[in-house]
């Protein structure tokens, strides 16, 4: 079964500090690999997404992710924090369109 | 905006009744996605229909069910509503054909079991 680890429920960062928000997996397979974004009360709202082509994967928002298999990770970066970015971040990992999410990490950005 | 419509955005049900909850489908899209999220959890899978048959389904009890219709709208009913149903309820369309389509989600229901 695949499942998704996000380290840190809450990060919180300065504006226009470096993001960094942690995500492993856990796979049988190749696996495909999502980042989205909730704001509150909030669908979810997809920003990259990883599907076995290049490793560094570039979304929406000036937010990335490098896909290691070595560190069975996918973490998502942005090099400067907007106010704007705050949110719940969720990581999922997905397999013949069954995917599972993570729990959750909740960005805070200070002034 | 992703095209994926849900009604109604709020409900307050009481313990026992039973609730139907509606997604309207991005065009074109053929598989729907239901997922509960609980407050402060992520997402969880409640099942999957493609092409109006059921595709997969997580780990729910039978009084969670649902349909597809063939204009691939949805619809999520819960039975004996419990307490601990309150949550978020999610949709999520996509087109699945050999590979993983792209999920676009809908604003959610806000689902109140009291």
């Known amino acids: 079964a695949q499942s998704v680890t996000q380290l840190g429920s809450h990060v919180s960062v300065s504006e226009g500090a470096l993001v960094l928000l942690r995500c492993n997996y856990s796979?049988?397979?190749?696996?495909?690999l999502f980042w989205y974004v909730q704001y509150p009360n909030q669908g979810l709202q997809l920003l990259l997404k990883y599907t076995s082509a290049a490793t560094l994967v570039k979304g929406i928002n000036g937010f990335e992710a490098e896909f290691k298999k070595s560190e069975t990770s996918f973490h998502l970066t942005k090099p400067s924090a907007h106010m704007s970015d705050a949110a719940e971040y969720f990581c999922a990992v997905s397999h013949n369109n069954d995917m599972r999410f993570g729990a959750g990490t909740r960005l805070t950005v200070k002034p | 905006e992703t095209g994926v419509t849900q009604s109604p955005t709020h409900l307050i049900k009481t313990r026992g009744q039973q609730v139907t909850l509606r997604c309207s489908s991005q065009s074109g899209h053929n598989t729907v996605s239901w997922y509960q999220q609980a407050l402060g959890q992520g997402p969880q899978f409640i099942f999957q229909?493609?092409?109006?048959?059921?595709?997969g389904r997580g780990n729910f009890p039978p009084r969670f069910s649902g349909l597809q219709f063939p204009n691939y709208s949805s619809e999520l009913n819960v039975n004996a509503l419990e307490l601990d149903d309150s949550a978020l309820y999610l949709c999520?369309?996509?087109?699945?054909?050999?590979?993983?389509?792209?999920?676009?989600f809908g604003q959610g229901t806000r689902l109140t079991v009291v």
């Open positions: 796979s049988s397979v190749p696996p495909y």
């Open positions: 999520a369309s996509s087109f699945l054909q050999g590979g993983e389509g792209e999920a676009f």
């Open positions: 229909y493609y092409r109006e048959e059921e595709n």
